[in-house]
């Protein structure tokens, strides 16, 4: 989270040639007819884009947020996103934003259900140099492993921004067989409260 915190909001961690930022956040409080209605998926989701409109050299026009769309809306907006980042010549950071229902294998975008295979494929098809995705959804993925910790022996830590960082990041709230989490203390989400704590200085 500290190297994605300095990338994000520390300009100088790519010098004089800034990147375009293009955002896509997604937010549904509907889920599956079988499942409860979220309270907090659609604000966490505009909270999202407006954090980064403050204070992530994001400009309104590169900004979208879908509250409550359906999967062919979000596929629509990250095609869009993808000829936007065309013009730029590749000099584009890409995030991407999503809170909702989930399980291992799809996003549940209101009734509809969105194939994470599918998502991760129009993500890479977006021409940016970097590209960060989070995912606030419960099961969203098996690919990491078991919660726990031990014990290292004492290291170095470097916190200053890297310069010309390239490739994908990908933050998600839980492995599969997890469930996310929100708080009505809170107002939101506790991963994407947490996450947005960090950015704004906390990490």
């Known amino acids: 989270v500290c190297i994605v915190v300095a990338v994000l909001f520390c300009p ?5 040639a800034r ?35 403050r204070h992530g050299e994001l400009q309104p026009e590169n900004a979208r947020t879908l509250l409550g769309a359906s999967a062919q809306e979000l596929e629509d907006a990250l095609l869009a996103v993808g000829r936007q980042a065309s013009e730029h010549q590749g000099n584009v950071i890409l995030l991407f934003y999503y809170s909702g229902h989930g399980s291992s294998t799809h996003l549940h975008v209101g009734k509809d259900r969105f194939e994470l295979e599918r998502l991760e494929t129009l993500l890479k098809e977006v021409p940016a140099q970097l590209r960060v995705s989070v995912i606030d959804a419960c099961r969203s993925r098996g690919d990491v492993t078991a919660k726990g910790f031990r014990p290292v022996e004492a290291f170095s830590l470097n916190l200053e921004a890297p310069s010309g960082v390239s490739g994908t990041v990908t933050l998600r709230s839980s492995s599969d067989g997890e469930q996310s989490q929100e708080s009505e203390q809170l107002g939101g989400a506790i991963f994407t409260h947490y996450f947005l704590t960090a950015l704004l200085g906390a990490a």
Do not use: C, H
């Open 19 to 53: 990147p375009i930022r293009l955002l896509v956040a997604v937010g549904n409080n509907q889920g599956l007819p079988a499942e409860v209605t979220l309270r907090y998926a659609e604000q966490d989701a505009q909270t999202y884009a407006d954090t980064f409109l």
């Open 12 to 16: 100088s961690a790519y010098g004089k």
